[in-house]
């Protein structure tokens, strides 16, 4: 995690469809192994955006949008981020056609590019390898026998709880730190693998500082984990919490 892995990153010359790893209602995860020029081989995750439902798809379409769950609060979760040209800005406060194409760029870039801005803060993500055609590749968090289990599957005896926690406080604080809350932090956008906790699903993270509901998005996703490991006997005030981060932010 703290150094770039080179090779990860490096044109794969084949790469093998190992199957769906995990289909939810946003996003469905592929592991697929890629083969570098030497010979040597790694495994990918590959999360492709999907739309929400068939009924939808054709009006979905027409938008341009292929998420229409996460496009409905869209404009709220992306209220700050910059359209530099005032003509964009319009149109996206319009909600035109044009309007309405950038935000879906937006979206789907977005992810990737948060990741990116964590990893390189030292935030235990997947180091996010590449974008494209509505497709994020990362680091896969897993080995060959299994894929990581979200913290809320993962059965932790009370010092990985523990050990867990920490991860999540330090993690927490990297996040915010850098400007970034990640809006939708529960147990089930955590994994735990190889005795750490990793952080994933940022589609909807926001600009603490630019969007006017940061404040209330990093609010709410300390007291959601906060809520969970009180249930599994760690129990700490998220207020403390939530005024801790607030005073190492920025
Ligand atoms: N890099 C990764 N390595 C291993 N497993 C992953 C990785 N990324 C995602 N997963 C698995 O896929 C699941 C879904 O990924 P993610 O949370 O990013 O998408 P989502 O849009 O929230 O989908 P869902 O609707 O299923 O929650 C994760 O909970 C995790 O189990
Ligand atoms: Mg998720």
């Given at each position: ?16 469809d ?17 083969v570098?020029a ?23 379409e ?38 309405k ?11 990737h590019?948060v ?44 010092d ?22 990640h ?14 906790l ?18 209330s ?34």
């Open positions: 995690m703290s150094t770039t892995p080179e090779w990860l990153v490096g044109d794969p010359v084949a790469e093998h190992l199957g769906i790893l995990r289909s939810g209602k946003e996003a469905q995860i592929d592991l697929i192994e890629r570098g030497d010979g040597r081989t790694c495994l990918v995750a590959r999360k492709r955006y999907l739309p929400r439902s068939v009924s939808s798809k054709g009006q979905l027409a938008m341009g949008v292929q998420r229409a769950s996460t496009f409905r609060h869209d404009v709220e979760y992306r209220e700050g981020r910059q359209f530099r040209k005032t003509r964009d800005r319009r149109a996206v406060e319009q909600m035109s056609t044009h309007g194409k950038l935000l879906q760029d937006r979206w789907t870039n977005h992810e590019d990741m990116r801005t964590l990893w390189d803060a030292g935030c235990n993500v997947p180091y996010p390898i590449s974008f494209a055609d509505d497709r994020l590749d990362m680091e896969y968090v897993g080995d060959q026998a299994q894929a990581a289990p979200q913290l809320g599957r993962a059965r932790l005896d009370h990985q709880l523990r050990a867990a926690w920490t991860d999540l406080l330090d993690g927490l604080h990297a996040i915010t730190a850098a400007g970034w809350a809006g939708d932090l529960s147990a089930y956008n955590l994994l735990w693998w190889d005795e750490r990793w952080f994933i699903d940022f589609p909807q993270a926001v600009d603490i500082a630019a969007n006017p509901n940061g404040i998005f990093l609010h709410r996703d300390v007291v959601n984990v906060c809520t969970w490991f009180a249930r599994h006997g760690i129990t700490d005030d998220p207020e403390e919490v939530f005024a801790d981060l607030l005073d190492h932010w920025g």
